[in-house]
Structures are given as structure tokens and as C-alpha cells.
């Protein structure tokens, strides 16, 4: 393979021009990459610029509707008694609740065995399932079943296996092993609170050594004295909520008041205040979030298109028609009014957003005076107007649907955020491919200009060296007639 040296037979310096020349025609690529700079900045930008769009509109979209005003909160005068939750169909109530008894599981339980002995006994245990119904002594309680279900005990069985095949075989009911220090009991005991969710044992006789008890009912024979009871009967939570006798089969009480959760803990003799009323922070917070995301997006629009004349540097936007179009929109919004809530008699049903304390700033954000906010949320009612009223109108409407519709259009398929974002990628992949092109003509050049000067060298080699050759004929002819 012969070995190439540009530069080598002329004398000149074949890399250095080449390389010189390549660059002249890779020029064009300066002011391609600065644009292509300048296109990802406005790019990013507008990726945060539809972010923070789309946090404004989630804000106002929830002072747009009932979920951001009907927001309840409840306390209770007996937390150790009746603990209490509120839901957003909680509405403003007082409520007196007295506790007059909790929901318990029904159990039962088997005399002792010796701990880790086989209990000796073998047969079927059924378990059914049912409903209790224990009414006030000397009436016998009943029992209605509903389902059966078996299990088989072996003589080698110890108590701790009873229990695995008890809670394996799903019967409704779960099995505990209670040691006493010598013996070990078997406990049975519903898995849910609640006369519904009661039991009954029926073992076969060979299971009698284990003396497996139920609470009396009906069926029992009433001259013989009623089994004894190892445990407690199930019952259900009786409740007087203002007066009125409520029943529950577990001690937390849904909806017993639509969208309030009580929680039974002690049954007292006195009675538990409820109380549930407008939980007014959480809207004063849902009315912050909104102001802050604006202001978010007002000062993200304002830095872009901005001119810093101490540094002599527009902002990344500066004069892009569609930003300050944009920044001049949603300004022009939140200085608008709207039509439904009442807060002056000098503007009857027309309201802006100042009238409540929400007041634009000469920087175009908005700045809660608390004052204003404070008095207007003692009519929430009417506050509430201001954010919601609804008059099939984007110019007359409440804010909330007004800068929520305003904010998702801007954000979608076809708003004005997506297109710009879409334009910006178009004009970063345009820019990509005119760099190719400058590349690709570069490459070109450079391999016609290394043609053209390797040719231009292996000439001048020749003629170097024909030079050389007569100017040494010369000399020798010089010698030769001297």
C-alpha cells in the first residue's frame, strides 16, 4: 500500500489549506447552531410554559366546581369515645351521639389440652355460619344459618393444628390458639362484628372431650341447664344519633349521616357533640393554589419576554408574538369580571376578582390581601359565585371556568401552547437537516479539493524534479567545458 504524504513533493502545506478552505465552507454551521440553541431554549420553555398552563388550570377547574368550596371539617367533643371523618358529600350539621353499646365478633372457645398434645378426640367439626339474635333474657336467642362448612379433626391432631385447618378452610371465622400457662385452648371467633356475622358449632360426638361451647338458643333443651359459654356473644353497635336509635355491625359507622364516618370506641352514658361545618382554611388554600400557579405562569411569560437593558439582553421570547400574545391574554383574564356574585351595590351582580381581596399587581400578578379575602369568605356563598356562576358565556362566566377553559385551551390538541411547541420542534429538526447539508457539501469539498491538490503536488514533484535533474546536467556541462 503506498504511503501518502500531501505536501511532501511541493512543498506546500496540503492539510493546513484544506482544512482552512473546509472551514470557510463550514461557516454557515455558526449561525445554524446558535438558532438551533436558541430553538431548544424556546422549546424547554414552553414545555414549562404548558406545565405550569395546565397546573393553572387544574386550580381553577377546582374552584370551578363543588369539590373546591363544599369542603367540610368535623371535631368531636369525645375523641376517646366517637372519633369523626367527613367526606365531600359531608354536609354543615350538629350532631348528638350517644353510644349505647360497641359492635362485637362472636368467639367461643374449647377446654384446655396439655400444650403440644395430640388432643385425643376425632370427628367433623361443622361451622355455620348465621345470623344471631340474642334478645333480653329470659327470651332464648336464635340462631338462622346460612352455610356449612366441615372440618375433619384427627386424634393426633394438637390444638395449634385444629386451628390451621380451620382458618385454611375459609369458614368465616378465624382460630387462635390461647395458652393458660399448662393447658392450650382452642378460640374460635367471627371474622366480622355484627349479629349478622355470628356462628354455631356442631361437632360430631367424638369431638365432646373437647367441650367446644355455644351461647344458648332456642333449640336448646329448656329443662336442661344452657352450655356453658367460654367467650362472648356477637351484637351489633346501638348508636342514638340526635335522638334517633341507629344499629351498625362494625363500630365504624358509614354514612349512617351521608358523608360522615363515625368511629365507635367507648360506649358512654353521656353523650358525644359532633360538629361539621366549612372547613374555611382548606378554601382559603384552594384559593392560594390558584393565585400561585398564575403567578407561576406570569412570571415564567415575564422572564421570557423581557428586556434586560443593564445587561442589553432580551429574554429567551423577547418580542416572539405568540408569548407576548399569550402574557397579554391571561393578564387581560384575571382583570376581567364576571357576572353572578354580589359584593358591591355600586356594581349589582358584577364582580371582579379584587372585590374579594385577589388584586393584580403592576408586574401583571395577582397578591392576596387578606383582609378583603377574610371578609369575603364569611359568604362563601357568594364567593363561591365569583368562581362558579355559570352563563354560558367565557366572558361573563366565574373565574374558575372562565381561566380553566381558557387554560385547557391553550393546552390542547390544536391551543396555542401546542402549536407553538410543535413549530419550535419543526424549526429544531429543519435546523438539523440544513446542518447536514452544510456538512455534507463540506465533505464533498474537501474530498475535491484533497483531489485537486494531490494532483497540483504530483505535478510539482515532477517538475521539482526535472529542475533538479538539468540544473545538475548544467553543473557537469559547466565542469566538462571549463
Known amino acids: 500500500m503506498a504511503i501518502s504524504a500531501p505536501g511532501v513533493g511541493?512543498?506546500?502545506?496540503?492539510?493546513?489549506?484544506?482544512?482552512?478552505?473546509?472551514?470557510?465552507?463550514?461557516?454557515?454551521?455558526?449561525?445554524?447552531?446558535?438558532?438551533?440553541?436558541?430553538?431548544?431554549?424556546?422549546?424547554?420553555?414552553?414545555?414549562?410554559?404548558k406545565s405550569q398552563t395546565s397546573e393553572l388550570g387544574d386550580a381553577a377547574a377546582l374552584l370551578a366546581g363543588a369539590s373546591g368550596w363544599n369542603v367540610q371539617k368535623a371535631s368531636t367533643s369525645n375523641s376517646a369515645a366517637v372519633g369523626v371523618s367527613v367526606g365531600a358529600s359531608a354536609v354543615a350539621a350538629a350532631l348528638t351521639v350517644e353510644v349505647q353499646q360497641l359492635a362485637r365478633a362472636q368467639s367461643t372457645a374449647s377446654s384446655g389440652v396439655a400444650a403440644g398434645m395430640g388432643t385425643g378426640a376425632s370427628g367433623s367439626l361443622n361451622i355455620e355460619l348465621g345470623s344471631r339474635n340474642d334478645p333480653v333474657p329470659p327470651v332464648p336467642p336464635t340462631f338462622t344459618g346460612t352455610s356449612n362448612v366441615s372440618v375433619v379433626v384427627v386424634a393426633t391432631d394438637t390444638v395449634a393444628d385444629i386451628a390451621?385447618?380451620?382458618?385454611?378452610?375459609?369458614?368465616?371465622?378465624?382460630?387462635?390458639?390461647?395458652?393458660?400457662?399448662?393447658?392450650?385452648?382452642?378460640?374460635?371467633?367471627?371474622?366480622?362484628?355484627?349479629?349478622?356475622?355470628?356462628?354455631?358449632?356442631?361437632?360430631?360426638?367424638?369431638?365432646?372431650?373437647?367441650?367446644?361451647?355455644?351461647?344458648?338458643d332456642s333449640t336448646d333443651d329448656p329443662d336442661q341447664p344452657p352450655p356453658v359459654f367460654?367467650?362472648?356473644?356477637?351484637?351489633?353497635?346501638?348508636?342514638?344519633?340526635?335522638?334517633?336509635?341507629?344499629?351498625?355491625?362494625?363500630?365504624?359507622?358509614?354514612?349512617?349521616?351521608?358523608?360522615?364516618?363515625?368511629?365507635?370506641?367507648?360506649?358512654?352514658?353521656?353523650?358525644?357533640?359532633?360538629?361539621?361545618?366549612?372547613?374555611?382554611?382548606?378554601?382559603?388554600?384552594?384559593?392560594?393554589?390558584?393565585?400561585?400557579?398564575?403567578?407561576?405562569?406570569?412570571?415564567?411569560?415575564?422572564?421570557?419576554?423581557?428586556?434586560?437593558?443593564?445587561?442589553?439582553?432580551?429574554?429567551?421570547?423577547?418580542?416572539?408574538?405568540?408569548?407576548?400574545?399569550?402574557?397579554?391574554?391571561?393578564?387581560?383574564?384575571?382583570?376581567?369580571?364576571?357576572?353572578?356574585?354580589?359584593?358591591?351595590?355600586?356594581?349589582?351582580?358584577?364582580?371582579?376578582?379584587?372585590?374579594?381581596?385577589?388584586?393584580?399587581?403592576?408586574?401583571?400578578?395577582?397578591?392576596?390581601?387578606?383582609?378583603?379575602?377574610?371578609?369575603?369568605?364569611?359568604?362563601?356563598?357568594?364567593?363561591?359565585?365569583?368562581?362558579?356562576?355559570?352563563?354560558?358565556?367565557?366572558?361573563?362566566?366565574?373565574?374558575?371556568?372562565?381561566?380553566?377553559?381558557?387554560?385547557?385551551?391553550?393546552?390542547?390538541f390544536d391551543g396555542v401552547v401546542t402549536n407553538k411547541s410543535t413549530a419550535l420542534q419543526g424549526s429544531i429538526t429543519r435546523n438539523s437537516k440544513d446542518q447536514d447539508r452544510v456538512n455534507d457539501r463540506a465533505a464533498r469539498v474537501e474530498v475535491q479539493l484533497r483531489k485537486q491538490y494531490n494532483t497540483l503536488d504530483a505535478q510539482m514533484a515532477q517538475m521539482n524534479g526535472l529542475s533538479s535533474y538539468v540544473t545538475a546536467q548544467l553543473a557537469q556541462w559547466n565542469k566538462s567545458t571549463g
Open 164 to 216: 390451621t385447618k380451620i382458618n385454611a378452610a375459609g369458614a368465616g371465622v378465624t382460630a387462635t390458639v390461647l395458652r393458660d400457662g399448662v393447658n392450650e385452648r382452642l378460640v374460635i371467633r367471627s371474622s366480622s362484628t355484627g349479629t349478622e356475622a355470628g356462628f354455631r358449632l356442631v361437632p360430631d360426638a367424638g369431638l365432646s372431650s373437647l367441650n367446644f361451647t355455644n351461647p344458648p
Open 10 to 49: 511541493s512543498g506546500l502545506d496540503v492539510n493546513s489549506i484544506v482544512t482552512q478552505l473546509v472551514a470557510i465552507e463550514k461557516q454557515p454551521l455558526q449561525q445554524l447552531q446558535t438558532k438551533a440553541s436558541t430553538f431548544q431554549a424556546q422549546l424547554s420553555l414552553y414545555g414549562k410554559v
Open 230 to 412: 367460654v367467650g362472648q356473644t356477637a351484637q351489633d353497635a346501638e348508636v342514638k344519633i340526635n335522638g334517633v336509635d341507629v344499629k351498625s355491625a362494625t363500630n365504624k359507622m358509614v354514612d349512617a349521616v351521608e358523608g360522615v364516618t363515625l368511629q365507635l370506641s367507648q360506649a358512654m352514658t353521656g353523650p358525644v357533640e359532633i360538629t361539621i361545618e366549612n372547613d374555611l382554611d382548606a378554601i382559603q388554600k384552594n384559593i392560594q393554589s390558584f393565585v400561585d400557579t398564575y403567578n407561576a405562569l406570569n412570571t415564567t411569560l415575564a422572564d421570557a419576554t423581557k428586556y434586560d437593558a443593564a445587561a442589553k439582553k432580551g429574554g429567551v421570547l423577547q418580542a416572539d408574538s405568540t408569548t407576548v400574545a399569550l402574557q397579554k391574554n391571561l393578564r387581560a383574564l384575571v382583570g376581567s369580571s364576571s357576572v353572578g356574585a354580589t359584593f358591591s351595590a355600586l356594581s349589582p351582580n358584577v364582580s371582579w376578582l379584587s372585590d374579594a381581596g385577589i388584586e393584580r399587581q403592576t408586574d401583571g400578578s395577582l397578591k392576596i390581601n387578606s383582609t378583603k379575602l377574610t371578609s369575603a369568605m364569611q359568604d362563601t356563598d357568594n364567593l363561591k359565585k365569583l368562581f362558579t356562576a355559570n352563563n354560558s358565556d367565557p366572558v361573563t362566566n366565574g373565574f374558575g371556568l372562565k381561566v380553566r377553559d381558557f387554560a385547557r385551551g391553550l393546552v390542547a
